[in-house]
């Protein structure tokens, strides 16, 4: 399972830089543990998943039965799968995100919430006792996961699909990694109207991207540093990983994710082979 939870947050060579220069006010935090769950919601929790909902949906026709979501996070899919009608599972690793999901769900419409079971997981390893119509798992989900958890997450998830079941994943469209490492930074406005900074740093050695979050704000205090280390992979790789843990890729489809246009996105739908 992804360890980063467990082992505390990465101190990234930016985190270090922004550390020192705030002193006292500096907290560090990983983006999805209990001190980072401020600038998660602010950032992420509504951030608009329409456009990734309608992919999925378009590959579910009609009803699906039970589906399970993997590494759910705050119901930023889920709740709009829930909306469409589905019975849904949200399994998801972080005990923070998983508190902050639970109350999300006891102030929605009871109709929704009696068509979602909420469980604390590894989506690398899981036993739900359950088959699904549907198991599906959201853009950068899979990139937690380093290769033997991805077997573990391939093999989880044949155990708990349901005859002619669908494993659906929305994977990014990644460009090739470039040679040398590739820094940049943008400014990004929270739903509470707050700036925050987002630094990326791509480590092409390590196939790795650092995350580091932080105010926009210099004077902000505290001024939390939110880091988070995720793999880079080509949507080419988990096919071929797919097929090799016993999937047929039945449809790969590029979409935009964002009202942009641009294909920033691609809809892998699977089946067991
Ligand atoms: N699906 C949500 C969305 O679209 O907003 C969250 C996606 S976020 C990129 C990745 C999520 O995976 C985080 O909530 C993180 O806590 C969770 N996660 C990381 N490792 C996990 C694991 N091994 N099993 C389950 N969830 C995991």
Known sequence: MTDQLERGPART??????????????????????????????????????????????????????????????GRLTFPFLELGWEMTALELSATVVAAFRKRLAEAP?????????VQGDMSAFALGKRFGAVVISSGSVNELGEADRKGLYASVLEHLAPGGKFLLSLELTKPV????????????????????????????????????????????????????????????????????????????????????RDDMVLVEAQRS
């Open 110 to 118: 009871s109709d929704l919430r009696k068509r979602c079971t909420v």
């Open 13 to 74: 060579a930016h985190a270090g830089v922004l550390l020192s220069s705030v002193g006292e006010r500096g907290v560090l935090c990983d983006f999805y543990d209990e001190d980072g769950s401020d600038t998660y919601r602010d950032l992420i929790q509504d951030s608009d998943g329409t456009l990734e909902t309608r992919e999925f949906a378009a590959r579910v026709p009609g009803d699906p039965g039970p589906v399970l979501e993997l590494a759910a996070g705050m």
């Open 178 to 261: 470039d040679a040398e490492p590739v820094e940049r930074s943008q400014e990004l406005s929270g739903r509470s109207g707050r700036r925050h900074v987002l630094h990326v740093k791509i480590l092409p050695s390590e196939e790795i991207q650092e995350i580091t979050i932080y105010p926009a704000d210099e004077t902000a205090d505290p001024f939390v540093v939110c880091t988070h280390r995720r793999r880079l992979f080509t949507v080419d790789r988990i096919v071929r990983e797919l097929g090799q843990a016993g999937f047929d890729v039945v449809a790969r489809k590029p979409f935009a994710s964002t009202g942009g246009g």
